[in-house]
């Protein structure tokens, strides 16, 4: 069965830093496309950024862009997404997804076949 943990949530001052770590088990990601996406309370949810397991190639929302780093640990199975200068509009729930077949269409919700619970982000003072 194919798992997605999310962690690395919590609460942080505007300006601060988090990093989110995404666990994948159950099969070999190294094919896929993994991607970041986030839902504020009473909006739809959006994409936030992704990588390719297969030559690293990432993607960027312009709102995060020079803000957010994804990057990946094949070894670990594991994504992780840096977040630096943090802004009280980044608070949301934080989700990580799995594309098994590296769909063009990475900032659709709906080509990810694999999601995880979770994690809470809030940028508050």
């Known amino acids: 069965q194919v798992q997605l943990v999310e962690s690395g949530g919590g609460l942080v001052q505007p300006g601060g830093s988090l990093r989110l770590s995404c666990a994948a088990s159950?099969?070999?990601?190294?094919?896929?496309?993994m991607g970041w996406f986030r839902q504020a309370p009473g909006k739809e949810r959006e994409f936030v950024s992704a990588?390719?397991?297969?030559?690293?190639?990432?993607y960027y929302a312009d709102s995060v862009k020079g803000r957010f780093t994804i990057s990946g640990d094949n070894a670990k199975n594991t994504v992780y997404l840096q977040m630096n200068s943090l802004k009280p509009e980044d608070t949301a729930v934080y989700y990580c997804?799995?594309?098994?077949?590296?769909?063009?269409?990475?900032?659709?919700?709906?080509?990810?076949?694999?999601w995880g619970q979770g994690t809470q982000v809030t940028v508050s003072s």
């Open positions: 997804a799995a594309d098994s077949h590296i769909s063009p269409f990475y900032a659709r919700e709906g080509v990810y076949d694999y």
């Open positions: 159950g099969r070999t990601f190294s094919s896929y496309r």
């Open positions: 990588i390719s397991w297969s030559g690293g190639r990432t």
